[in-house]
């Protein structure tokens, strides 16, 4: 089974700090995605990558930046919280197109 | 823009019923459909998947179904069971170019003992 492992299940911040989401995959694949999920709106697309140091936006890149070092590892950044980042935060995976996305647990974070 | 789902917020059945959950899309040139399920404080697990060159697939209790014409999905589970309680959503995958992954905002469904 594809393993997603997303590093924290809860996470409480400030407004302007600096947010580290980190998502680990144990399957090899390609492809990585950052989502956010919010009540009423399903999933939203925040940011993709589809190999090493590889990246592009999704839908809502505002206030997001990512890193993907590595190829099991994808990184989400907030640059500097605001109130409207609180959200559950998803990442998945996939081996390619035309394939089920494979998702973590999520990070439900709360910026006060 | 493009939408995927025509939800009901929540469904209820009873335990032993057959459930029917629907969604419609809004892009015909989707060519690749994915249930999902996602159970309180975890994430999206995949259920079945079906593409546009198919109008059924079966799994263990679970039939999707893909009507074209009216641009429409359904999920049926068969004999529900308390497990099934949660938030059910479709997916649908634009292949052609810059491959997307639309979400629908799902349907509760709450399994009555």
């Known amino acids: 089974d594809v393993k997603v492992t997303q590093s924290s299940r809860y996470l409480v911040k400030r407004t302007g700090e600096k947010v580290f989401l980190e998502c680990v995959q144990d399957?090899?694949?390609?492809?990585m995605f950052w989502y956010r999920q919010d009540p009423g709106l399903g999933l939203r697309l925040i940011y993709f990558?589809?190999?090493?140091?590889?990246?592009e936006k999704g839908d809502i890149p505002e206030g997001y930046s990512v890193s993907r070092e590595k190829k099991e590892r994808f990184s989400l950044i907030l640059e500097s919280a605001s109130t409207n980042q609180t959200s559950m935060y998803l990442c998945?995976?996939?081996?390619?197109?035309?394939?089920?996305?494979?998702f973590g647990n999520g990070t439900r974070l709360t910026v006060t | 823009g493009e939408s995927v789902g025509l939800h009901l917020p929540t469904l209820s059945v009873q335990e032993g019923d057959n459930s029917i959950i629907n969604c419609a899309y809004s892009?015909?040139?989707?060519?690749?459909f994915i249930w999902y399920k996602q159970e309180s404080g975890k994430g999206p697990q995949f259920i079945i998947d079906?593409?546009?060159?198919?109008d059924k697939r079966q799994g263990q209790r679970v039939t999707v179904l893909l009507n074209k014409t009216v641009k429409h999905l359904s999920l049926q589970i068969a004999a529900t069971q308390p497990g099934d309680s949660a938030v059910y959503f479709c997916?649908?995958?634009?292949?052609?170019?810059?491959?997307?992954?639309?979400f629908g905002t799902g349907t509760r469904l709450k399994v009555l003992a």
């Open positions: 998945a995976t996939t081996p390619g197109v035309g394939s089920p996305l494979h």
């Open positions: 399957m090899d694949h390609e492809n």
């Open positions: 990558s589809y190999d090493v140091k590889m990246k």
């Open positions: 892009n015909s040139a989707s060519d690749y």
């Open positions: 079906i593409r546009s060159n198919m």
């Open positions: 997916a649908e995958i634009l292949t052609s170019g810059t491959y997307k992954y639309i």
